[in-house]
């Protein structure tokens, strides 16, 4: 675990929740599902360097960087019916990933160190047909019901009909706004700062620090392995995947704001000022 002192910053007072790779192993199936097709037309397994690039971004995992790499023999609207045809027989049999259950379950009851309740909420790039898929068996439906309906955002939420995907923060504000939206009476507003986003993709990290909160990567091992010695940049949501400008947004190197683990089973409730 990497570890950093937070610079002056304030406890925090909500976590938002990315969803495939860091609660559920959906990565794992997404990775799967290809494969299944790429094989049935003669085609190589995705490997990770091609894989880590379509990681967070709405629509990538069927995009030009894949289809430039997969070479296939068919045309893009064919593989695409196939691939969902595969989801759909392997997304209802995800499973929570190690500290998922009890991080959250820990969340939903704990305050921070001011004694200001702490408030979670779902922010992530999948769709509401997929969500359902993921959500049908009932350890993740469990482990998802953490979150209350009005905090859990999905890809297709019409508040998001003209929004940009990660690593735009897009998706993360909003997350805030349901936060405060729906806060109790009394409790004063959450600022981004108060904010502590759990991210596995690198285009996740980038969009949590460009919405100026907090970020905590948790990376899937293969991922690790083709970000070696990148860390730094990763954290600083400098990495540059996908190009949208306004670079002003980004952190800086080693800076604090954001830290890495190796499993959510790891996490330092009290670095961030949060009391269980």
């Known amino acids: 675990m990497a570890s950093v002192k937070m610079p002056n910053l304030p406890p925090v007072r909500a976590c938002i929740f990315d969803m495939d790779g860091l609660l559920i192993n959906t990565e794992d199936i997404y990775t799967l599902c290809a494969n299944i097709v790429l094989e049935k037309y003669g085609r190589p397994h995705l490997p990770w360097s091609i894989k880590a690039q379509l990681m967070g971004v709405p629509g990538a995992s069927t995009g030009e960087t894949f289809h430039s790499w997969a ?70 439906k469990e482990l998802l019901a953490n979150f209350d309906d009005s905090r859990r955002i999905l890809w297709t939420d019409p508040r998001l009909e003209k929004a940009r995907g990660k690593p735009a923060p897009d998706i993360f504000l909003l997350a805030l706004q349901s936060i405060n939206d729906s806060l109790d009476e009394g409790e004063a507003p959450i600022a981004p700062e108060e904010c502590l986003v759990f991210e596995d993709s690198v285009p996740g990290v980038e969009a949590g620090r460009r919405a100026k909160m907090r970020v905590v990567w948790v990376p899937h091992q293969a991922l690790v392995a083709e970000y070696a010695g990148k860390e730094k940049p990763v954290l600083a949501g400098r990495i540059g995947l996908v190009k949208i400008g306004d670079e002003w947004q980004l952190g800086e190197i080693d800076d604090g704001w954001a830290m890495k683990l190796s499993s959510l089973e790891e996490f330092p409730y009290g670095d961030f000022g949060i009391s269980v």
């Open 71 to 140: 070479q296939l023999p068919i045309p893009r609207e064919q593989f695409n019916k196939e691939l969902k045809d595969q989801q759909r027989i392997y997304f209802p049999e995800c499973k929570p990933l190690p500290g998922a259950h009890r991080l959250l379950r820990a969340l939903k009851v704990a305050h921070n160190t001011n004694g200001a309740k702490i408030h979670i909420a779902l922010a992530t790039s999948t769709n509401k047909i997929n969500y359902e898929l993921k959500a049908s068996s009932p350890e993740t």
